[in-house]
């Protein structure tokens, strides 16, 4: 599911890793991978606000993912030392209120390469 979409987008992470190295402020890579998702001709959303509702009832308080890449890929970036629960519960919140099947979570912030991980549901 998404293979080679998925792969695009690592693709296209990597370069920007590569170009920018790691320790940065996420919006930093956030601007980059876009710019780079651009330069592919990759499709995207950035930063698209997700309505959330409580029975039928529309919340005032709204998700806003960084990316959602060929319609069908949700993308959460972070600049951390290290991964962790938290961010991974946020992408999956974040797949399962779009009723998105395929998810990445990348991390900028190790100064030695690009972290990521897929997820599908």
């Not at 996420?26 to 930063?47: D, H, T, V």
């Not at 960084?66 to 974040?94: P, S, T, W």
């Amino acid at each position: 599911m998404y293979k080679q979409e998925g792969y695009d987008l690592i693709g296209a992470a990597l370069e920007v890793y590569n170009e920018m190295k790691g320790g940065l402020l996420e919006e930093i890579y956030q601007q980059c991978l876009a710019e780079e998702l651009n330069l592919r001709g990759i499709p995207f959303e950035s930063k698209k606000e997700l309505q959330v509702y409580y029975k039928q009832k529309k919340l005032d308080k709204k998700y806003v993912p960084d990316l959602h890449v060929y319609d069908g890929i949700m993308v959460e970036l972070k600049a951390v030392k290290e991964l962790a629960d938290e961010h991974r519960a946020q992408l999956l919140n974040y797949m399962r209120i779009t009723k998105t099947k395929v998810g990445y979570l990348l991390n900028f912030g190790d100064t030695r390469e690009l972290k990521w991980e897929r997820f599908v549901l």
